[in-house]
């Protein structure tokens, strides 16, 4: 097996963010939430995170050999405790590279944990890994789905302006803010005024 560069895309693609709380009755109990008040994050931020990636991800010597390129989407829960639990492939690419980027799952370190109203919560995360044999390594920009291209994105900016009196910087941010996390949710499904209390938003 050899290193290979890998391109790295951070989404929040779930159709919701699960959020499982532990109770003492002999299930669990599971939350929807729509907007969670901090959001997981990897220790030292994207960018050691991308450094994570590309130090334990192998490209295979016969995936090279067969110029292999596409992403693998991973699925796993970030626990209270900020540890990994139940990694998963969602849509493979070949059986090789889907064993790296599970083994790198497994073998991350811990999180900081989601909080929603002041607790720890559980979420499921998914996370895409795209293999890419020129060997750049960079963080993308999600690209926005069609709703937020047309709909979505007209609603939400005369909701920006208009109702929270944010200007068109502010709102550009945020509307980056939720093609990052929120891309396959609705407007309606964001409370924004919640998203605006909580959530952080910089252009930098």
């Known amino acids: 097996m050899m ?11 779930s159709s919701f963010l699960h959020s499982q709380t532990d109770t003492t009755e002999a299930d669990n109990s599971m939350e929807i939430i729509t907007v969670v008040e901090r959001m997981p994050e990897f220790i030292g931020g994207n960018e050691a995170l991308m450094k994570y990636v590309n130090t334990n991800a192998l490209y295979t010597k016969q995936a090279i050999k067969d110029s292999i390129e596409g992403t693998v989407f991973v699925s796993f829960w970030i626990e209270t405790d900020g540890t990994i639990s139940n990694p998963k492939i969602l849509r493979g690419l070949r059986p090789d590279l889907d064993s790296v980027c599970l083994n790198l799952v497994k073998n991350m370190p ?12 559980s979420v499921l995360f998914n996370f895409p890994i ?3 044999m020129d060997g750049r390594t960079t963080l993308k920009e999600p690209i926005p789905s069609l709703y937020w291209k047309k709909r979505g994105k007209r609603k939400f900016e005369k ?10 910087d502010e709102c550009d941010c ?4 939720i093609i990052w ?6 407007l309606e499904m964001i409370d924004l ?9 910089d252009n930098k």
């Open 130 to 132: 795209k293999f890419n």
């Open 3 to 13: 290193r290979f560069g890998l391109l790295l895309i951070m989404l929040m693609i």
């Open 159 to 168: 909701i920006c302006k208009e109702i929270y009196k944010k200007s068109q």
């Open 174 to 177: 945020w509307y980056k803010f």
């Open 181 to 186: 996390n929120y891309n396959s949710f609705q």
């Open 110 to 121: 811990n999180w900081i944990p989601a909080t929603q109203r002041g607790k720890s919560i």
């Open 193 to 201: 005024k919640e998203m605006f209390e909580k959530q952080k938003c």
